[in-house]
């Protein structure tokens, strides 16, 4: 089981940009697909991005399509998650996630497809 840490949250004004990090131990991590999920507030936990192990698939939650990009790096054991043009509505816990795949093109936007979560990291943007 991997673990996860992600770190890069903060206290941002609206249009401000962030970048968050999400480092893996304990696994090889290139059996992994990674995801991002958000959780506000009083709302549920949703999908934020996907992306594959080999890095070329990628999926993304409408809301943030076209702001945010989710990448890997392979040989540093992490994946992130570049936050452009942030709005008040972007402000949760951002949680980092791994679900074991089997091939190089999987991944899933679904939250029980991941068996391995982070502890959070908390993204907050003013108006």
């Known amino acids: 089981q991997v673990q996860l840490v992600e770190s890069g949250g903060g206290l941002v004004r609206a249009g401000a940009s962030l970048r968050l990090s999400c480092a893996a131990s304990g696994g090889t991590f290139n059996n992994y697909a990674m995801g991002w999920f958000r959780q506000a507030p009083g709302k549920e936990r949703e999908f934020v991005a996907t992306i594959s192990w080999s890095g070329y698939n990628t999926d993304y939650a409408d809301s943030v399509n076209g702001r945010f990009t989710i990448s890997r790096d392979n040989a540093k054991d992490a994946v992130y998650l570049q936050m452009t043009s942030l709005k008040p509505e972007d402000t949760a816990v951002y949680y980092c996630?791994?679900?074991?795949?089997?091939?190089?093109?999987?991944?899933?936007?679904?939250?029980?497809?991941?068996?391995?979560w982070g502890q959070g990291t908390q993204v907050t943007v003013s108006s």
């Open positions: 996630a791994a679900g074991r795949t089997w091939y190089s093109g999987q991944y899933s936007t679904a939250a029980a497809f991941y068996g391995s």
